[in-house]
């Protein structure tokens, strides 16, 4: 995986809990994970309840099929 390469949208999850599940899952199979959405707002980065927009999570663009079979139920 190169330094400068480019982050894809893997997934966007309803929950804050279920997002740090996958984050989780994916950086210890060393992964590294971008996570966007509006989850800093009032409630801060730990809120794990439903997050109106969902949380998005984005991976390397060449890890994307592993990230997938990593997160699929």
Not at 33 to 52: A, C, D, R, T, W
Not at 55 to 73: D, F, G, I, N, Y
Request: hydrophobic share 45%; aromatic share 6%; no cysteine.
């Amino acid at each position: 995986m190169s330094h400068d390469e480019h982050f894809v949208l893997l997934a966007i999850f309803a929950t804050g809990f279920e997002a740090d599940l996958a984050r989780a899952t994916l950086e210890a199979e060393e992964i590294p994970v971008l996570v966007k959405g509006p989850q800093v707002g009032i409630f801060g980065s730990g809120f794990q309840g439903n997050v109106l927009g969902g949380v998005e999570l984005h991976v390397p663009a060449s890890a994307l099929s592993r990230a997938r079979e990593l997160t699929e139920p």
